[in-house]
């Protein structure tokens, strides 16, 4: 879609969208409905992601006894999957369901509410968006765009990746090209990799053709379903670039105030089930897809050597120096991200890591 | 309350629930309304817990606009906390917030859907119940009880708990009085202890008067609150009875049949808010109990010894042996958990553990 075509399309789709009223005999209670949209960032019907955003829309719309409908569309479908933030915080289409991290060129913070390398693990981030003070710093990022966001799925601790070779030393990355977003791709171009975006459906051709070496997906459950093991026999982990990502739900704010308490209510309460679910997803099946890619697939699975993870951390200071040096926002919500990181760390301490290292006694 | 007494409140109880429907003109949408009532096991107002169920309560109003109002009853409000599931099976009260354990007595398997030592983690067990059977196996267990029930709440890995003595071996369990519920009680039976049960708020008077020795409840944020602190100076982790305790919602079947859809999704929705958001609650907030009560009143933290928990292991084993040999139900349920905390440990292995070793470098 071009960018005219693209503002015409949003007119169009301007005109169409919008709350509608129920008619009928004066009643006691007529309920006002509404015909929402929502467009993703995801191809449509992938598995978890695109699948999360169909079971959300599902969700609201019987929750709400059908007075919110949602229609999904998958990303190009009707806004290119990079143009939704514009579209709903223009208020065309009320609701996106994507990743901060795609919009750190209109808002440099808004990347460390996707996933922070070296940071905090699912359990951990969802301790500090829900009570610690994260989810209200996002609100302040986003603000300006007249959007709220909300977290709205977890994929757990990643994987490190896909390579076609091994990863010895940190002078392996040295003219690599990988496929890798947010503050993971800052870092390894520190250490002299070259980063390639692209969208999810891309990645495998673009490994495929040799356009990228390496690439950084998700997990075993979902690297399996794009079919990364046909393209690269390394997979590495501890995904220290993402010991935990959220997805978001964001939503046009005039949209949203315009909605009934219940519906609001209804919105913020699904979003909390589907992060929780969806992690729970992933969680149940890793292990199987894991075993499922090394014993049938032959795909070697390697932990990335101490010194390589030691060059990378290294790295990953100087990128946030560097952002949070020259964009107060970020200062800020890093500051907030930090201090609840050594807090809770120290709590992990005593509870999740020696609990773990006392099963193998 | 005595069984008559109890009985005759029960009948009256009874008389005054239900459904009640709005009235007005003829209407084209007339809102079913409903009033309902919680029985809780817990202290009145307690924190988390308690106010666990009153925001459960209130999510629930918000979210169906006004339809379903629940009443919520303290722990001996109504009935005394240990008869809220005759109340609930019988279907004078429609729903309680409580823990599984406590209904070890009427159905032996119940237990597994709290906790289990040597057992899952939070994530873990969200990931057995929502996306690994564990759910469905509840409503198995519950189903001759005509309840249906779901997690409302997780307090996380918990501490050991509070001694008057240190635990250098396992023969300091021998003539040890100790509180602790479930699974954990009955391991530590086997090591000679004796276990003294009673209800959260008479737990430190027994500690102060010396009816006890021990007591397991929380974790540094809930165990604060109780003052712990004040009765035993040792303080020992890993929760090893305990890496993650969940508490449910238990409803009527027939009353939750009598829901609307709507209604039905909108509570277990709700709960799945819940579960997520009381984690959070305690991830955020322990460290900084945790801390205080190691500075600010000279509690002494201790892990245990690895040969102790050994040996707990040991006897973890034998218990769970005894009970899964003569009760089908539990053999079916440890099955399923068992298969669940394999796979989802060789996940863990790549991701959360590999993930957690490599913060330190």
Excluded: C
């Excluded at 002299?192 to 053709?209: D, K, P, Q």
């Excluded at 993870?309 to 930090?338: F, G, I, R």
């Amino acid at each position: 879609m071009d960018e005219n075509s693209r503002r015409n399309f949003l007119k169009k789709a301007g005109a169409v969208t919008g709350a509608t009223f129920a008619v009928g005999a004066p009643a006691v209670h007529v309920a006002r409905k509404y015909n929402w949209r929502m467009v993703t960032a995801w191809p449509p019907n992938s598995p978890l992601l695109g699948e999360g955003a169909e079971m959300l829309a599902r969700l609201i719309e019987e929750m709400s006894g059908g007075k919110l409908k949602i229609r999904i569309y998958g990303g190009g479908e009707l806004v290119p999957p990079l143009e939704s933030f514009e579209a709903v915080s223009q208020g065309v289409i009320e609701m996106g369901h994507g990743s901060s991290y795609f919009w750190g060129g209109k808002a440099a913070a808004a990347i460390f509410f996707t996933a922070v390398p070296f940071g905090m693990t699912a359990q951990q981030t969802n301790g500090w968006f829900y009570a610690g003070g994260g989810l209200e710093l996002w609100q302040e990022v986003y603000a300006p765009f007249n959007l709220i966001s909300m977290p709205v799925a977890n994929t757990g601790v990643q994987m490190g990746g896909w390579f076609n070779k091994e990863i010895r030393t940190i002078e392996d990355y040295k003219g690599l090209k990988m496929r890798m977003p947010g503050f993971g791709g800052r870092v390894i171009t520190k250490a002299g990799a070259t980063v390639v975006l692209s969208v999810g459906s891309e990645i495998y051709m673009n490994m495929e053709r040799g356009v990228i070496d390496a690439a950084e997906w998700v997990g075993p459950y979902h690297d399996y379903l794009m079919g990364f093991h046909r393209t690269a026999k390394y997979y590495y982990y501890p995904g220290w670039q993402e010991p935990s990502a959220t997805l978001e739900l964001f939503i046009n704010r005039k949209a949203f105030e315009s909605l009934t308490k219940d519906l609001q209510a209804v919105i913020k309460t699904a979003a909390y089930r589907m992060n929780l679910w969806i992690l729970s997803e992933f969680e149940s099946r890793n292990n199987i897809y894991l075993q499922k890619l090394i014993n049938a697939y032959g795909v070697q699975l390697k932990r990335f050597p101490d010194s390589v993870l030691k060059a990378l951390k290294s790295h990953t200071k100087d990128v946030m120096d560097e952002l949070t040096s020259k964009d107060p926002m970020s200062k800020k919500v890093y500051a907030s991200y930090s201090k609840f990181q050594k807090d809770v760390s120290a709590w992990a301490a005593v509870s999740e890591i020696a609990y773990n290292s006392i099963l193998g006694l």
